[in-house]
């Protein structure tokens, strides 16, 4: 299957480069949900082709501007670091050498106003397409084509299968279904992606498991 | 559905329709949406486009990385003193390729095309053969149906991204499908649209990715200005009945076979070609300090 008519022509984007700057506003745009809140500080990991040439490319405007909310074909963007700074945003840059990654690949580390951390590896993989590849240390596998929801929960018997009733419950698709957790006994990740939108009650549904710790709602972008 | 140009053209005679036509249906059921909604999702793009080939031409904007400026300003400039060799129509077309780029490399809004950094060759064809024939805005909305159904076939059978296939992947197919676009806003046959995209990709064939300092911008300007010329060019030689003696689909094979033998440093990473040239290591020493 292909793409279709609009898989070809568009997005519509800011430039100069699908993977330099829209992957990353939808990177930014991640990061954004992923921290769940407003963001007080933020310091990008830049790999590979995303550290040799950010600012000319305006990645690092671009992953602000996603950090700030904006979509990929906001003119804003190119004034995303002044309106950040605005913010009392602190942000940093700093070129790294990742591993092995896709050449265009970021670490973000984020702090929320609530000074809850988080952190995320993305890459950004051809015509602004991206995938998340790990979140808060768990490996992850988000598009950013489907809503997704992100579940951190104690590592015990019966977990997913909650969740998943309540999935169903509320008529909710699942497209694909990650868990993995840090030791046996404590804490897992579950990332859930599904067709269509994640209904607003449904956080808080989730969240009244016995059991849960957090959940961030990752939508579409 | 189809996957090649075989079965589109097969498609289009079948139901005595236009690829654009063909196109749209498709799309529309594909997505469940109806026709209405996928012409106005088009509309969207073309308003964009249209502003992105337009804004450059009077008014110089720098690029972020400093590199350059006002090109289409400068062509705009020369067409106006008449003393121009190609036609006025072709190098509008450039003017209108060199502007939409401009747009990019300065971080304003496009539209890719297939991608950002041959965003300028489909928008720029199709908008100038519009004025020359005082098209309406619906026979512009089947052209870039049309340009977008060839680039899926691409997509389907080859690549579309200069990393993978060289920048005959990128500008080389966004100019096949400004080639069959406009032989159909022409009247051109289905045949004449694929004859045009074929020549198109062929005269660009191993056409390799080589952006200076590994930015969408040097020489990709000049090849979203080659590649508006070309296709237009390819138009003419199939409206006069000139025929490609590869078909499209082999060519596209070809192109992809021809893509994938090109040596990594030919292929988006600033690298080889002309990255590699001295003149191209100092600019990359003087952005990047390395
Ligand atoms: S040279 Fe490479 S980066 Fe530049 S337009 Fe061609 S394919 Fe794109």
Redesign the pocket.
Known sequence: MGRGLFGILGPSMIGP?SSHTAGAVRIGRMCRSVARGDIAAATFFLHGSFAQTYKGHGTDRALVGGLLGMNTDDERIINSLELAKKENMKIQFLPTNLGNYHPNTVRAEMVNKNGDTCNLIASSIGGGEIQIISVNGFPANISGIYDALIIRHMDKVGMISKIAALFEKNKLNIVSLYNNRESKGKIAITIIEIDGDVPEYLADLVSKIDGILSISVVNKI | MYNNANELKLLCREQGKRISDVAIEIEAMENEITVEEVRAKFEKFIDIMNVACHKTLNKAIPSISGLTSGDAKKLNDYIEKKQNLCSDHALKGVAFALSCFEVNTSMGRIVAAP?A??CGIVPACIFVVADKINANKDAVIDAFATASAVGSIIEKNATL???EG??Q???GSASAMAAAAVVEMRGGTIDQSFHAASMTLKNVMG?????IAGL?????AK??AIGVVNALLCVDLALAGIKSFVPFDEVVAAMYEVGKSLPCEL??TGLGGLAGTPTGIAIRKKIFGK
């Not at chain 2, 056409?207 to 952006?211: E, G, I, K, L, T």
């Not at chain 2, 969408?216 to 990709?220: A, F, G, H, L, Q």
Request: glycine share 12%.
């Open positions: 480069s | 991608t950094g041959s991204s200069g990393a060289g920048c992947a990128e500008c056409q390799v990715c080589d952006p969408v911008e040097v020489p990709c090849r979203n292929r988006e």
